[in-house]
């Protein structure tokens, strides 16, 4: 690459960041709309609450449909056509005359929408570095993080000022136009410009030769894949328990609402924080390795979160979740290019990550039966703990079934 010129690769690092940061972070605003909706309908809390259940699991579901399209077909053009789904499910949902339309706008436009853009967005992210490969994951990511802090605020601010029909349309007007946007500067492969993974020259001949990595059918089979399919499912079975309950957890303490609300926007700042800086130090120190850290630490953080009762100690809890989450968010694309490589690096991410759907559809809702019957939330909260253990157990045991990146 000639000198002083921008490695491309920031781009499409920075693009991925724009796609979730607007994707990830007008679908974590749900909440700011929750009251207004069941005001407008006369829904129930549970009727309004499956609208973000059924765009949620479509969208980790949907990545075993669109990784593997991107190998195929190239990343940009699924992003792009994710963000248009996206926006106009959004403007759709500030139309709707009924819940239903509701559901049929929000959690299908968003959940087919963010399902087509996240994970072509992040393996294209992947085939442009080796060496600095868990630090670009990180910084695409990280978008989620920092869309989690601003987007919900921004989203309350809107609904206040113009309602929330009028907040929905302007959410999908900003989707559309930031994340769609960038969504053009997304390249599939470096060798596109002549370059190899993080800038370098590439050998002679090398540009007509196909991406090396294995098949799909022969990843899926392989013992790192179950590995990480199991610890990954495992664990998504209490990792998103925080964010439905931790703010009724807060509130049966006492703390007032707004206070309660704000630890959903620590967490993110935690996030964002995670995605940034570990994924640069699993580099250093091997990806693998710090994807069961990673395990650990949310183990760790659930239990102080089991032992605290005032907004102080639940604030320092999330952060600190916050940054754990973060990081197996950022790594875990990392190392199943490390393990797999290029070739079909997208659809082996889809997918892998429909365990984390289903861990995310049961997990959450199983702690709420939980709480129902005991009416403590100790229970879900241990089996988080013990969840993420298993997970890491899990990553040790399948250590020796892969090198580490060369």
Not at 159 to 176: N, S
Not at 180 to 192: F, M, Q, V
């Amino acid at each position: 690459m000639p000198p002083g010129r921008v490695f491309h690769g920031w781009f499409v690092v920075a693009a991925a960041f724009a796609v979730t940061f607007v994707g990830f972070g007008s679908a974590y605003s749900f909440s700011s709309f929750v009251a207004p909706l069941q005001k407008d309908f006369g829904a129930s809390l549970g009727r309004v609450s499956l609208v973000f259940s059924l765009a949620g699991f479509l969208y980790f579901v949907l990545g075993m449909v669109s990784g593997p399209l991107a190998d195929r077909l190239g990343a940009r053009r699924l992003v792009v056509a994710g963000m248009i789904l996206t926006g106009a499910g959004l403007a759709a949902a500030g139309m709707a005359r009924t819940l239903t339309e509701v559901y049929l706008a929000y959690g299908l436009g968003v959940g087919l929408g963010v399902g087509c853009s996240y994970v072509p967005a992040l393996g294209a992210v992947q085939r442009w570095f080796v060496r600095r490969r868990g630090f670009a994951s990180g910084l695409a990511v990280s978008g989620i993080g920092v869309g989690t802090v601003v987007m919900p605020p921004l989203a309350s601010l809107l609904i206040v000022h113009f309602g929330w029909r009028q907040a929905y349309v302007a959410l999908g007007g900003l989707v559309v136009l930031l994340g769609g946007g960038s969504a053009l500067l997304i390249e599939n492969d470096p060798r596109g410009r002549g370059l190899g993974p993080d800038g370098d020259p590439l050998p002679p001949g090398s540009h007509a030769l196909p991406p090396v990595g294995a098949a799909v059918r022969e990843a899926i089979r392989s013992r790192p894949f179950v590995g990480l399919y199991a610890a990954c499912l495992v664990c998504s079975f209490g990792v998103f328990v925080p964010f439905v309950h931790l703010v009724p957890y807060a509130m049966d303490r006492g703390i007032p609402r707004f206070s309660a609300v704000l630890l959903l926007s620590v967490i993110g700042a935690g996030s964002a924080a995670g995605r940034f800086l570990l994924g640069g130090l699993a580099d250093r120190m091997g990806r693998r390795r710090a994807l069961q850290a990673m395990f650990v630490g949310m183990a760790a953080a659930l239990a102080v979160w089991a032992l605290s009762t005032r907004f102080w100690p639940l604030a320092g809890f999330a952060f600190v979740y916050g940054v754990f989450y973060g990081g197996w968010v950022a790594i875990l694309p990392a190392v199943v290019m490390d393990y797999f490589g290029g070739r079909n690096v997208s659809g082996i991410i889809g997918i892998l990550y429909t365990s984390v759907a289903f861990g995310t559809l049961i997990g959450p809702s199983a702690a709420g039966f939980a709480f129902d019957v005991a009416h403590s939330y100790m229970l879900p909260i241990l089996a988080s703990v013990g969840a993420n253990i298993i997970a890491a157990a899990i990553v040790a045991a399948t250590a020796g079934a892969a090198a580490e990146p060369a």
